[in-house]
Each structure stands twice: as C-alpha cells, then as structure tokens.
C-alpha cells in the first residue's frame, strides 16, 4: 500500500493550488482526480478584477489576495515551464449615470492604485460606450485549464497524481491514525476534499450551505475585433487565442447542472449586443456549476469528528484570485503554523458528524 502525509481529492483549482503549496512545505502529497469533462474550473474564465459588481464594489481582501496571486501563479509558471498567467488591465464599461457617480467617487478613495481614469476607453468602430469606463489596471488572468494541466503533468512526474473516481461513502476508511482507501492501496495521514458543488453530496461536509450557481460561457469568432484587454459591461467579452473570444456569464441558481442552454446562449448574445458593435459567431458553448457558499466566502479546515478528513471549497466565481491566498493559508494550518482565519473556518457551518 502506498502512503502519503496528504491526498487531495479534486484536481480543481482549490485542490490543484493546495497540492502546490503543501509539496513546497514537503510533504509527499497525491491528488485523485475523476477526470470529468466539464468542470467549474474548466470552464472558468479566471479573471482576476479588483472592483466587481452593479455596486462597483472592491473585491473582499482583494490587496492580499492579488499580491498572493502575483506570487503564486509565476511561481507555478517557473516550475512547470508553461505560460498561463498574465497581468493585463481589464475595462469596465459604465452602464448608467449612477455607476459614473460611484466611481467618481471612489476613484480618488478606495480604488486608487486600481484603476485609471475614466474616459473613452474603447475602440468606438468596436464598442458602444457612449458614458466611457475605466481600466482596473491591478487586474490579470488565469489561462484555469492550462494550469490545471501543466499541474497534472508535474505532479505526474513524481506519482503526485492519479486518476480515480474515488466514492466518498465507501471508499474512505477513516481511523483514529489515519486514512486507507482500500480499493486503491492507498493510505494517508490526512485527506483533503476539494469536489467543488459535488462535496454537497458528500457524508462529511454535505450540511456546507452551498448556493450553487450554474455559468453558461460562449466561444465566439467576432469578425474585425482584436481587442487583447476582457471588456466588461454586464457581461465580459475575453480574448482566447487563435482570433477566438470567450464571453459570459450567465448566473443561475434555478438549475445546478452542466447542460449548456439556448436561453442561456441567447441571454449573453443580446446583453453583448448591447455594447458590441459587431457581428458574432457562436463555435462553442459550456456550462458548470460554481461551489459558492451563501455567505461568497470559501471553506477550509479539519471536519470536527475527526482532524483526519478536511475541506477546501466554495472559491466561486473568483477561485483565481482566492485560491493562492487560502491554499498556502491552508496549508500553513496543516504544517502547525497557525490558526485557521474564523471567517473561513469549516467549523463555523459544520457541525459533529
């Protein structure tokens, strides 16, 4: 039976970013994957924006979070060999006088270093931006799939990595020293979930509340665009390499499921006609379901029955940006270096098994 100090059951972001930090602290780690499809963090665009919002408001420890990023991602690039993160301004296009107002406002106060200021932005032969926006130049994006992979081939390389559907009720054989999972000769000090919306089903940490909200995004060939910045007005347009752009997304939180929709489709077709000036061609269309938790923090810690099974979940609709930050946060618990942060502590909305 092969044996490990960790294994992590979901090569997702929260799984693949807690690998990473728990292997620099050195500890032999595995990750167990299903290798489905479509994931959320698939499908994710990755963006990485400091002010989100119809209220135009700064993202939730966005300083620390961003400056954890801008270490973490480069750090990963440098090992791996592959290219994945960029820093790159993204604009945000005002809808109304009064988000005008906001940020006039805020430019000065809370937002500056964020952002420049507000003008004409945009190409106006491309978009239609008759009240103008502004750039979040701390801002950058997460190519999500191609770090995931380039992660999956490094840890490959030292038997950090297998693929396996591993069934959570019958699977884990929980002791007071440790973890087995008999089926695949595995055991283990210590073993992580990171299932993403699937950990609602799961015997340890199903009483999570989750809100699930379910993202359609589109890929497009748009005919004379070549903007190389995400435009956002409601819903973003992205550039994707190869003259594609991706663009979404919708927010559902009626259908927690991963089949794309036409009403979907049509619904980000005519909220970026709105502000796009020219004519689109849709080539691709995905779905998942984002892991939010009602209260759009993440989760993370040890399982109050036992400290041999924990959680690392709920990054949401920005698990770029906080899955640095709360995997080394993690991790740094795990090594005996610190108390878990109370706001995300599991502990608070789960209670005895």
Known sequence: MDSFDFVIIGQGLAGTTLAWHLRWRGYRT??????????????AAGLITPITGKRLAKSWRFDELYAAAGEFYPRVEAATGARFFSRRPIVRLF??????????????????GLVGRAGPVVDPAWFDAPLGGFE????????????????????????????????????LRVGRDGVVFPRLGIATGRVILCQGFEAA????????????????ILTLRVPGLTEDRV?????????????????GSTYDRDAPDDTPTPAARAEIVSRLGEFLRLPVEVVGHAAAVRPVVDERKPVLGLHPASDRVGVFNGLG??????????AAHFAGFLAGEHPIDPEVDVRRVVGGR
Do not use: C, Q
Request: glycine letters at 10%; a positive charge; hydrophobic letters at 40%.
């Open 30 to 43: 595995v990750v167990l994957d299903r290798e489905a499809a479509v994931t959320s963090s698939r499908v």
């Open 95 to 112: 809808r109304d006088g009064r988000e005008r107002e906001i940020f006039a406002r805020r430019a000065d106060g809370e937002f500056r």
């Open 317 to 326: 609709s920005k698990g770029s940006l906080l899955a640095p930050f709360y």
């Open 136 to 171: 979040m130049t701390a801002a950058g994006r997460v190519a999500v799939a191609h770090y995931l992979d380039a992660s999956r081939d490094h840890f490959r390389r030292d038997s950090g990595y297998r693929p396996a559907d591993v069934r959570i009720d019958s699977d």
């Open 201 to 216: 089903r799961s015997p340890w940490f199903g009483s999570v509340p989750f809100a699930p909200a379910k993202g359609d």
């Open 231 to 247: 435009v956002n007005r409601g819903v973003w347009i992205a550039p994707d390499g190869g003259g594609l752009y991706r663009a």
